[in-house]
């Protein structure tokens, strides 16, 4: 019950937040007349205004620390929570079918993020392990990543702080951004836009974040699907990538090798994810083959729960999330960083990016 009374102040002020992101952007959108590039729809974007707002919040009047419990567990129980009623959207075969064909992508600009990151910090005389957290931070999912290969390699505090603050700073940009460069590229093909955002921004809530404002500003709500699965998949690969940064930091070197067991490294809520994909699957084999879902439901009755459930997913859980990355935002970490680091971030911002754009380009067509 105490640990419950810590979190609520965080999590009210962050469903505030996003229902003030909801009035203005209304409101905004009256005044502009509704002239989106869908005819009729808001110019402006409800998750990008909460999150600006989150920041601008953090950044200037501060955030006591009675809220900052309940922003933690926002971003990270409510988001994981949001991401698996996702699952409900799409059924197994979609979900095998976008992870199957998305893998040379996801490979290509992993590989790709970490060969140049480190390349980048040996070439401007920045720490090993500061170039290994800022790679793996960069090509697999953020912050988790990071956190996960930090103990592997007995990386600093200071080093720790350093390599999130350079992930989230170009991530956010990122989430800002790549919605409108990935409608430049991909307006026709929502599946390759998908891909693109899932590949090219960093962690899971910035990617998230991204094509939620995509469909919000274009209508396409299979970029959100097509996001999820890719960046979902990119994540699993944090087993095997982060035992081999380890290796490759260790190699030549007498430290002592510690490292996480493998089965803390896995991001368990994918198996959320595809429990609900594999529940959809179920529910509409059933409902088609015996007229009953489960042998309980109308087709029509477990058509409108699944996608109430999967509604309230995407509207409130992952909304309340990212409203909550807003406010977590500290940018005063970023007057300590120097030039190099950021060089670093740049560069391997870039490189992801710009592999992910030719991937897509060249493989997206094929999904």
């Excluded at 469903?15 to 005044?31: F, S």
């Excluded at 979609?94 to 970490?114: K, R």
């Excluded at 999820?228 to 430290?255: D, E, G, H």
Aim: aromatic share 10%; glycine share 8%.
């Amino acid at each position: 019950m105490n640990k419950l009374k810590t979190i609520i102040p965080g999590l009210v002020l962050c469903m505030a937040l996003m229902g003030a992101a909801l009035l203005l952007t209304e409101l905004a959108g009256q005044l502009l007349g509704y002239v989106g590039v869908v005819e009729g729809e808001n110019p402006l974007s409800a998750i990008f205004t909460a999150v600006l707002l989150g920041v601008i919040i953090r950044n200037t009047i501060g955030v006591s620390d009675v809220f900052l419990k309940g922003i933690s567990f926002a971003m990270s129980i409510v988001l994981k929570a949001g991401i698996i009623l996702l699952g409900l959207r799409l059924s197994l075969l979609d979900v095998i079918t976008l992870g199957a064909w998305g893998l040379p992508i996801i490979v290509a600009c992993i590989s790709a993020a970490l060969i140049t990151t480190l390349w980048a910090a040996r070439l401007l005389n920045q720490q090993r392990s500061m170039g290994t957290l800022t790679a793996v931070g960069t090509s697999i999912c953020g912050i988790t990543a990071i956190m996960g290969t930090a103990p592997a390699i007995k990386a600093k505090e200071p080093e720790i702080s350093y390599a999130v603050a350079i992930v989230t700073l170009f991530g956010m940009v990122s989430m800002f951004l790549y919605p409108y460069l990935a409608y430049t590229f991909f307006s026709g093909d929502p599946v390759r836009a998908g891909l693109f955002l899932g590949t090219a921004i960093h962690d899971t809530s910035q990617v998230i974040g991204a094509s939620l404002i995509y469909d919000q500003l274009y209508s396409s709500q299979q970029v959100i699907d097509t996001a999820a699965v890719t960046k979902l998949t990119r994540n699993a690969f944090l087993i095997a990538v982060v035992p081999l940064m380890s290796y490759l930091y260790f190699r030549n070197s007498r430290a002592e090798k510690k490292q996480k067991p493998l089965w803390e490294l896995f991001p368990y809520f994918v198996l959320g994810f595809l429990f609900m994909a594999v529940l959809r699957t179920i529910g509409d084999t059933t409902a088609e083959n015996r007229d009953l879902a489960f042998g309980l439901l109308s087709p029509d009755l477990w058509t409108e729960l699944w996608q109430g459930i999967s509604h309230a997913g995407t509207t409130y859980f992952l909304s309340t999330a990212l409203a909550a990355v807003g406010l977590s935002t500290n940018l005063a970490i970023f007057r300590r960083l120097g030039v190099r680091p950021l060089i670093v971030g740049i560069i391997a911002a870039l490189t992801v990016s710009l592999v992910s754009l030719v991937m897509v380009s060249l493989l997206g067509g094929w999904i």
